[in-house]
């Protein structure tokens, strides 16, 4: 790794300085739309699970060249052992622009327009192992932490046996923690990677998206606000506790009379079935704080809109062009990147309802 002078902070903490506001912007086009580089990629060297991973590899991709590393030196100096930048004058070099822009692409739009779109629908043929592998991975955690939900105390519907009458009910999903597209997506899994620090390719290939330890059971309202990443859970020591991402007036009832931090009891029927994975969890928290501080659901939520307009044939001039070329750019290269193996289908997946554009996942 190319060596700059950073003998008090960390090269997290010298990135994010690199990348304080100043006159010079950072923004791209997509969809018609200018993204602001500065929030989203602040966001994630300060808030992604594993930010030195990440750090690295913005780092890698900025100083692949001794015109990069030229252009990093101008944008940093020394004083007093710790780095700040000079007057804004000097700016980015156009390629050292690319690279930042770039990897935000990576890691931020593409990884979540990935996790939040539209679930991938198995096809005909292939719907009713879809079926059954769904129905099997329900079972299994039905086994584990009965039939009430953990989050928001929902009774699956079916009716309510003697003694359980004061629950509400709902048909219970099997919510993904990471959803089901990782398993068809395999330049996802790679970025999952960076941002978990560690390989996660064994753990969403296949028939492994499917294991109790990348689930939980939640009514369709509560699946909605886990997908946008309202809310998240926290894992330390084997221990769960709900972690809310947003105030109360912003979550659905279910999840607004439970206390931040509150322990939850996922295995308490059965020790047989694994326990959602720590790591999982942890890892959808984290993401669930780059959306919030770079303020990204509105954006994305939007960007979603255009694709299904795009699809639906809704858009026409030189917006359908634009939208209809990032959208194919972001599907292509998720087709040449997959691996898709097991089409275990996602019945109860996550998708942009097209009614209120909500979007969840699964």
Same mark, same amino acid.
């Given at each position: 790794?190319?060596?700059?002078?950073?003998?008090?902070?960390?090269?997290?903490?010298?990135?994010?300085?690199?990348?304080?506001?100043?006159?010079?912007?950072?923004?791209?086009?997509?969809?018609?739309?200018?993204?602001?580089?500065?929030?989203?990629?602040?966001?994630?060297?300060?808030?992604?699970?594993?930010?030195? $991973?990440?750090?690295? #590899?913005?780092? *890698?991709? +900025?100083?692949? @060249?001794?015109? !990069?590393?030229?252009? /990093?030196?101008? =944008? &940093?100096?020394?004083?007093?052992?710790?780095?700040?930048?000079?007057?804004?004058? $000097?700016?980015?070099? #156009?390629?050292? *622009?690319? +690279?930042?822009? @770039?990897?935000? !692409?990576?890691?931020? /739009?593409?990884? =979540? &327009?990935?996790?939040?779109?539209?679930?991938?629908?198995?096809?005909?043929?292939?719907?009713?192992?879809?079926?059954?592998?769904?129905?099997?991975?329900?079972?299994?955690?039905?086994?584990?932490?009965?039939?009430?939900? &953990?989050?928001?105390?929902?009774?699956?519907?079916?009716?309510?046996?003697?003694?359980?009458?004061?629950?509400?009910?709902?048909?219970?999903?099997?919510?993904?923690?990471?959803?089901?597209?990782?398993?068809?997506?395999?330049?996802?899994?790679?970025?999952?990677?960076?941002?978990?620090?560690?390989?996660?390719?064994?753990?969403?290939?296949?028939?492994?998206?499917?294991?109790?330890?990348?689930?939980?059971?939640?009514?369709?309202?509560?699946?909605?606000?886990?997908?946008?990443?309202?809310?998240?859970?926290?894992?330390?020591?084997?221990?769960?506790?709900?972690?809310?991402?947003?105030?109360?007036?912003?979550?659905?009832?279910?999840?607004?009379?439970?206390?931040?931090?509150?322990?939850?009891?996922?295995?308490?029927?059965?020790?047989?079935?694994?326990?959602?994975?720590?790591?999982?969890?942890?890892?959808?928290?984290?993401?669930?704080?780059?959306?919030?501080?770079?303020?990204?659901?509105?954006?994305?939520?939007?960007?979603?809109?255009?694709?299904?307009?795009?699809?639906?044939?809704?858009?026409?001039?030189?917006?359908?062009?634009?939208?209809?070329?990032?959208?194919?750019?972001?599907?292509?290269?998720?087709?040449?990147?997959?691996?898709?193996?097991?089409?275990?289908?996602?019945?109860?997946?996550?998708?942009?309802?097209?009614?209120?554009?909500?979007?969840?996942?699964?």
């Amino acid at each position: 790794m190319t060596e700059l002078d950073n003998s008090k902070k960390t090269l997290c903490e010298t990135l994010i300085t690199i990348l304080e506001p100043g006159e010079i912007p950072l923004t791209f086009d997509y969809h018609n739309r200018t993204i602001h580089v500065r929030p989203i990629a602040t966001a994630l060297l300060q808030w992604g699970y594993a930010r030195d $991973s990440l750090a690295h #590899d913005l780092w *890698k991709r +900025s100083t692949d @060249s001794q015109q !990069k590393i030229e252009m /990093l030196r101008k =944008l &940093l100096r020394t004083c007093n052992a710790s780095m700040v930048l000079p007057s804004a004058e $000097s700016g980015f070099s #156009d390629d050292l *622009k690319a +690279s930042v822009n @770039s990897w935000t !692409k990576d890691f931020y /739009l593409d990884l =979540l &327009l990935t996790i939040m779109g539209p679930s991938q629908t198995p096809a005909a043929s292939d719907r009713s192992t879809a079926t059954r592998s769904q129905t099997a991975f329900k079972r299994k955690l039905f086994d584990r932490d009965g039939v009430v939900s &953990l989050i928001g105390g929902v009774l699956d519907a079916y009716p309510p046996p003697p003694g359980m009458i004061h629950f509400s009910t709902a048909p219970l999903q099997a919510a993904h923690i990471i959803p089901f597209s990782a398993s068809s997506h395999e330049e996802l899994r790679q970025a999952l990677s960076i941002f978990a620090g560690q390989s996660v390719e064994t753990l969403f290939s296949g028939s492994q998206i499917n294991d109790p330890s990348n689930g939980l059971l939640l009514d369709p309202t509560t699946h909605s606000s886990f997908g946008s990443f309202r809310f998240g859970i926290e894992c330390r020591d084997n221990t769960y506790r709900l972690k809310k991402l947003y105030p109360d007036r912003q979550l659905p009832p279910t999840l607004a009379r439970y206390n931040d931090g509150e322990e939850l009891l996922f295995g308490w029927k059965s020790h047989l079935v694994p326990k959602p994975s720590e790591l999982l969890y942890n890892v959808h928290l984290a993401l669930g704080h780059v959306v919030r501080e770079s303020n990204a659901f509105p954006m994305i939520v939007a960007i979603l809109r255009d694709e299904e307009d795009f699809n639906a044939g809704n858009t026409n001039g030189d917006y359908w062009l634009a939208t209809g070329a990032s959208y194919l750019e972001r599907k292509l290269r998720g087709l040449a990147a997959s691996n898709y193996s097991d089409r275990d289908g996602p019945d109860e997946e996550g998708r942009l309802d097209k009614r209120n554009h909500v979007v969840t996942a699964g």
